[in-house]
Structure formats: structure tokens, C-alpha cells
């Protein structure tokens, strides 16, 4: 008994390390993790346009059955889906408590995203929930793109990493939207009481002039209010570019490293001299996976290939000895 509980033990957990595999492919290379990742990614893109489509009256009137059926299976799918990679997820750190693991798992960005696509499903079971409201929650099932796009996972990066800028500079937005506010308001508030009546009203002006927006259905028509919302306006502009600026300098930070991770994984296959076809399509997967250009991973190769060659040239084949030491100054 003890036997067969054991065996039943080890074919779970190969089970579990296969839907891992196939699931989070953390190689890169499994084809059945190639075709799972490619039919999930064309039902989420059927969801955003069955969605879409929904709003429209007579579409959804004339093919209700067809959305019902798509979002019936979808949110099986999804469910299933979820339930398999909260299960699998041990395999991350097979040494942690299964039960560790897996909270940790679900309270991560990905896994609350896999859950905010099937959860409107099941809440409309338990409470009314107005129909509009429930195709927008349904809409956001499009984050879920985010586990297959190398560009978004990369701009998640940026957010995480530059947390602390983003969070300075939205203090300093909030600190200049209080001060042109009550600005606003001592210069307006007898000529425009109904704008500018109080601190609050006056904040929707500030807001769409610090933000260089502008609409125009607010603004000063006295003299000083009018130097004062240009002052802020200027303000503005440079406001609008700081997180502008701190996200492209994380972009350009990001691309820096994975080209330094590829040009890494192109050095240690290069320590034999040649790329063999294993290794190529190693780095042509883990190239995809970075979201690099073929183009780019080619001027990095031939970067490498010739530090490499020029690195030869000025060392002694037979000793080893550098061979610089022995030219002449001119």
C-alpha cells in the first residue's frame, strides 16, 4: 500500500512539472507550451472583440447565443487555466511549502490577472451585477496579453523599477495641483464664483492646465488670473514631460541589459569558438524571449566575433604572451 501511495505521489508530481512546463515554460522551448500560449492568446483576442462587438445592440441581439457560447467556454478555459498554474506553481521552488508557494503565487501581479478575467462570470451568480458594468470588467481580460508580449512584460519592468520616481514625481503633481487650485480660486473666485467658487471646483481648471490639456470650458478672464494660468501652463509642459522622461530612460535601461544578457549568452557560446545548432536555436529562442530583433542579435554576434578576433591577434597563439608589449612607439 505504502508502494502504490508512493508511485501515485511520483506521477503526481511529474504530472505537476509537465504543466509546469507546459504552462510557464521556463525553458523556452517546449512545443506544447508553444501551442497552449498561441490558443490562449487567440481566445483572449476573441474575447476583446466579442466584447467590443457586444455593445453594439443589434449585433449582440442577432448573435446572443454566439457571445454566451464564447464566453461560456472562454471562462472555462480561463478557470482551468487558473486552477492548473495555482497547482503547478510549486514547481517554481520545489524546497518552499507547497502551501507558501502557491499564496505567493496568487497574490502575484500575473495570477490576479488570471483571476480578474473569470471572476465577473462567477460574481453575476451572486450578485446583480448591471450589464454594461460586467462587459467592461470582461474587457480587461486584455491584460492578460501581458504573460505572451514581450514589449508590455518589459514596460511592467520599467513601472516596478522606476516605482519610486513615478511616486516622486506624482507627489510633486499633486503638491502643484493644491497650490494652482488655491491660486485659481484668490484670483477668481468674485468674478467666477461658479468655477471658482471654492478650492475643490477650481482643482478640475488646474488639473486639465498642469496636465496641458486645456478644454477650455474653465478658465481666468481676469488679468491676474490669466498670468497666474500661464505660469501653470509652463508648469504644465514640464510636468508632462518628467514621467515622459522617466519612461524612457527605464525603456532604454531595459534594452541596455537584455542586450547585455544576449550578448552574454552569445559569449558563452562562443568560448568553443562556434555555434553549433543546439546552441543556435537556444539563443534564437531565448532572443524571442527578450523580444530583440533578429537584425540587433546579428550586430551583437558579429560585435562579439570580432572583439574576439582582434583579442587573438594581439596575443601570442602558442604562450599567450601580449604581443603589444613588443611594438615600437613611432
Known amino acids: 500500500m505504502h508502494e502504490a501511495i508512493l508511485i501515485n505521489g511520483l506521477k503526481d508530481m511529474q504530472m505537476r512539472k509537465t504543466l509546469y512546463r507546459i504552462l510557464e515554460r521556463p525553458h523556452h522551448t517546449d512545443q506544447a507550451g508553444r501551442i497552449v500560449d498561441l490558443v490562449l492568446i487567440v481566445l483572449i483576442t476573441i474575447n476583446v472583440i466579442s466584447v467590443t462587438l457586444e455593445t453594439v445592440d443589434w449585433i449582440y441581439a442577432?448573435?446572443?447565443?454566439?457571445?454566451?457560447?464564447?464566453?461560456?467556454?472562454?471562462?472555462?478555459?480561463?478557470?482551468?487555466?487558473?486552477?492548473?498554474?495555482?497547482?503547478?506553481?510549486?514547481?517554481?521552488?520545489?524546497?518552499?511549502?507547497?502551501?507558501?508557494?502557491?499564496?505567493?503565487?496568487?497574490?502575484?501581479?500575473?495570477?490576479?490577472?488570471?483571476?480578474?478575467?473569470?471572476a465577473?462570470?462567477?460574481?453575476?451568480?451572486?450578485?446583480?451585477?448591471?450589464?454594461?458594468?460586467?462587459?467592461?470588467?470582461r474587457l480587461l481580460r486584455i491584460f492578460k496579453l501581458t504573460r505572451y508580449s514581450s514589449a508590455m512584460t518589459m514596460l511592467l519592468d520599467v513601472f516596478r523599477e522606476e516605482a519610486n520616481a513615478f511616486f516622486a514625481g506624482t507627489f510633486i503633481l499633486f503638491v502643484l495641483l493644491v497650490l494652482a487650485a488655491s491660486g485659481a480660486y484668490l484670483v477668481e473666485q468674485d468674478v467666477q464664483p461658479e468655477k471658482f467658487g471654492s478650492i475643490p471646483d477650481a482643482m478640475w481648471w488646474a488639473i486639465s492646465t498642469l496636465t496641458t490639456l486645456g478644454y477650455g470650458d474653465v478658465t481666468p478672464i481676469t488679468p491676474?488670473?490669466?498670468?497666474?494660468?500661464?505660469?501653470?501652463?509652463?508648469?504644465?509642459?514640464?510636468?508632462?514631460?518628467?514621467?515622459?522622461?522617466?519612461?524612457?530612460?527605464?525603456?532604454?535601461?531595459?534594452?541596455?541589459?537584455?542586450?547585455?544578457?544576449?550578448?552574454?549568452?552569445?559569449?558563452?557560446?562562443?568560448?568553443?569558438?562556434?555555434?553549433?545548432?543546439?546552441?543556435?536555436?537556444?539563443?534564437?529562442?531565448?532572443?524571442?524571449?527578450?523580444?530583440?530583433?533578429?537584425?540587433?542579435?546579428?550586430?551583437?554576434?558579429?560585435?562579439?566575433?570580432?572583439?574576439?578576433?582582434?583579442?587573438?591577434?594581439s596575443y601570442c597563439p602558442n604562450c599567450g604572451e601580449d604581443l603589444a608589449r613588443y611594438h615600437l612607439p613611432k
Open 120 to 137: 465577473p462570470f462567477y460574481l453575476s451568480f451572486f450578485f446583480a451585477i448591471d450589464l454594461r458594468f460586467l462587459r467592461v470588467l
Open 224 to 313: 491676474l488670473g490669466k498670468l497666474f494660468g500661464a505660469c501653470v501652463a509652463v508648469t504644465g509642459i514640464g510636468m508632462a514631460a518628467l514621467p515622459a522622461g522617466i519612461l524612457a530612460s527605464g525603456l532604454a535601461d531595459q534594452l541596455r541589459r537584455k542586450r547585455e544578457a544576449l550578448a552574454a549568452q552569445y559569449r558563452a557560446a562562443l568560448e568553443d569558438g562556434v555555434i553549433d545548432a543546439d546552441e543556435a536555436h537556444e539563443l534564437e529562442e531565448y532572443r524571442k524571449n527578450l523580444g530583440l530583433s533578429k537584425l540587433l542579435a546579428t550586430e551583437i554576434l558579429q560585435d562579439l566575433k570580432q572583439n574576439a578576433s582582434s583579442h587573438k591577434l
Open 62 to 118: 442577432d448573435y446572443k447565443q454566439l457571445f454566451d457560447f464564447i464566453e461560456i467556454v472562454s471562462v472555462a478555459v480561463f478557470s482551468i487555466e487558473y486552477l492548473l498554474r495555482v497547482w503547478s506553481c510549486v514547481e517554481i521552488d520545489p524546497e518552499q511549502p507547497a502551501l507558501v508557494q502557491r499564496l505567493r503565487y496568487m497574490t502575484s501581479l500575473m495570477a490576479l490577472t488570471d483571476l480578474l478575467a473569470i
